[in-house]
């Protein structure tokens, strides 16, 4: 039966502004905190909310103005606070309620936001909801979770976990499944219950009320399940997002959401679109619908994966993908940009050249690249400095949950061979951007004096906060331009974007229109020195900015010479 939800277009609402300039949320630059890896202040070798307030005048400077706390929930951490136990408690690991409400003071006070993870397709098994719904059939909490007979001896269907195996769990005391999508330490909530959903709201006026502006929400549209609970077409197992994305009432419940909560604050609001193609996002994102403000689509990210493999990517399918995407938001929706978050590899090992030779200049250009796009940009921490991946060797090196579920599944039962999964891993486990963050040369990065909970980049004696923040031609006084550049200029931010070179294998050319306001950006993508003719019709006026090779350009060229991964932006 459908759930009681009402599917009203509704007046515009606090938060989400028709198209235009003026709205703090398309306007702002984000940065992404992963807590556990930020900064340790009691030398537990674990990241704390005191180390966030403690670097908040290092995020100033930088000149975010939003940041985006991962989970800050009481958690067993089966998957690092992505399994939350008390939505309305503080990881003991990372500092209690007191501290938080310093944090949340100490950014209003430097008139920055902070934007919270909201993870409400799933708990932690430890949650009092479980505890109470597992019990019995018949438990006034049962119907909060998704629990089924199985078929035949079996499972109750052929859906798999993302973290490998059956997403379904057998719990023996009542002989039922019970459904996650995740870990088995994750069963996932039963949104077509109103009861769940009426706590989930108060969850987030807890929250709101204690003055955070926002809330990045992890895996939402799957909130919703296929009715019946279908057996997944052979075709589809590869995938599963794309099935699990695409429930039947996503839509009413995003739209309940903002009707009882949302609308209520001026909030910013950002859904973690996993399974979403781009033109599928117009009716998440589209304000006259009243559901989120913007998606992050993993269609760039993804570009090269296969589940766990790492593939190949050209730069005419990079081109072609941030197209589809600028053409995903539609007219009146919006975008956000990223290159890497806690569940991707680092961005210059990815799409640049983490040698010690190009990281900087492919740095610099991938940064470019990301804060020049139709969409917010979200930093996520250590990129600005242009960590790397990690140089893992062996499984043991590993913490992430889904790596220790992929290895079992395909390494241990003799699928695949160690080698290949290791070889492929190294390049896409979510681990590569959870390595502490590279404060200064000093031992463990001076992340903390404690042991670490995951080892510390060796590289760090190089790549550190310490040596960039007063070097001007730093990775880190470039983001800084960056950001005082699309601050100061709206065609950057709200003008149109266009590939001018699309077919070109080695140059990323686009340009952003806004009115009269034209601007060029330029990207080389390769080791090599180009000569680069503009397109017909294309005149230089001026040199904005440029990353670093000492450019000089003429009023009125037409002609380009490019140094190795040089990005520069052009008035036209």
């Not at 949104?191 to 009426?198: A, E, G, I, M, Q």
């Not at 706590?199 to 009320?209: Q, S, T």
């Not at 690249?369 to 400095?385: H, K, N, S, V």
Request: charged share 25%; glycine share 6%.
């Amino acid at each position: 039966m459908p759930p009681d939800t009402k599917n009203t277009i509704q007046k515009k609402t606090a938060g989400q502004s028709m198209p235009g300039e003026g709205t703090w949320w398309k306007e702002a630059v984000v940065y992404q905190i992963y807590p556990r890896s930020f900064k340790d202040t009691n030398d537990d070798g674990i990241g704390d909310l005191n180390g966030i307030t403690e670097k908040l005048d290092y995020l100033k400077t930088l000149g975010v103005n939003v940041i985006w706390l991962s989970p800050h929930f009481d958690s067993p951490n089966a998957d690092n606070g992505y399994d939350i136990r008390d939505y309305r408690k503080i990881m003991k690991e990372f500092g209690t309620m007191a501290d938080f409400d310093h944090l949340m003071a100490e950014v209003k006070k430097r008139n920055m936001r902070l934007i919270i993870d909201l993870v409400v397709n799933h708990t932690s098994d430890e949650h009092q909801w479980f505890v109470e719904s597992r019990k019995s059939k018949n438990n006034p909490y049962r119907d909060f979770y998704i629990w089924r007979d199985g078929h035949n001896g079996k499972t109750p269907n052929n859906y798999p976990s993302f973290f490998g195996g059956s997403a379904w769990t057998l719990d023996s005391k009542t002989g039922q499944y019970y459904l996650h999508y995740f870990s088995s330490k994750q069963p996932d909530l039963n949104w077509d219950n109103s009861n769940v959903r009426k706590d989930v709201y108060d969850i987030m006026r807890f929250w709101l009320d204690k003055g955070v502006s926002g809330f990045r929400m992890d895996v939402i549209p799957f909130i919703s399940k296929q009715p019946e609970l279908p057996k997944l077409p052979p075709a589809t197992l590869a995938h599963p997002e794309y099935v699990f994305a695409n429930g039947p009432y996503v839509h009413q419940y995003l739209q309940e959401m903002n009707s009882k909560v949302l609308s209520h604050y001026d909030t910013m609001t950002v859904g973690e679109a996993f399974g979403v193609t781009p033109e599928q996002a117009k009716k998440f994102t589209d304000p006259r619908r009243h559901e989120l403000n913007m998606l992050f689509n993993f269609d760039l990210v993804r570009l090269d994966r296969d589940d766990w493999r790492k593939t190949d990517w050209t730069l005419p399918q990079l081109k072609a993908t941030y197209t589809k995407i600028d053409n995903g938001s539609g007219e009146y929706g919006w975008n956000t940009s990223f290159l890497s978050n806690h569940d991707n590899p680092r961005a210059v090992s990815h799409f640049g050249d983490d040698s010690p030779r190009w990281r900087e200049a492919s740095a610099k250009a991938l940064a470019t690249m990301m804060m020049t796009q139709r969409a917010t940009p979200f930093i996520y921490q250590g990129d600005e400095l242009g960590m790397t991946n990690y140089p893992f060797k062996h499984i043991e090196d590993y913490e992430d949950v889904e790596i220790r579920g992929q290895w079992q599944e395909l390494v241990v039962s003799g699928k695949v061979p160690a080698q290949e999964f290791l070889k492929n891993i190294k390049q896409t486990s979510r681990d590569n951007a959870r390595t502490p963050m590279q404060w200064t040369s000093k031992a463990n990065a001076g992340f903390t004096a404690g042991n670490p909970w995951l080892s510390v980049n060796p590289n760090y004696v190089h790549i550190n906060a310490a040596a960039q923040e007063h070097n001007r031609d730093s990775v880190y006084n470039y983001y800084r331009s960056l950001i005082t550049l699309r601050s100061k200029t709206p065609a950057l931010i709200y003008g149109k974007y266009k590939d001018i070179d699309p077919a070109n294998n080695k140059v990323f050319a686009y340009t952003r229109t806004q009115d009269d306001q034209r601007y060029l950006i330029v990207i080389n993508f390769s080791e090599k020195q180009l000569n680069y003719s503009l397109p017909k019709g294309i005149k230089i006026n001026s040199l904005v900015l440029d990353s670093g090779s000492d450019h000089r350009v003429k009023e009125g060229a037409t002609q380009l010479v490019l140094q190795p991964w040089q990005a520069s932006i052009y008035k036209l």
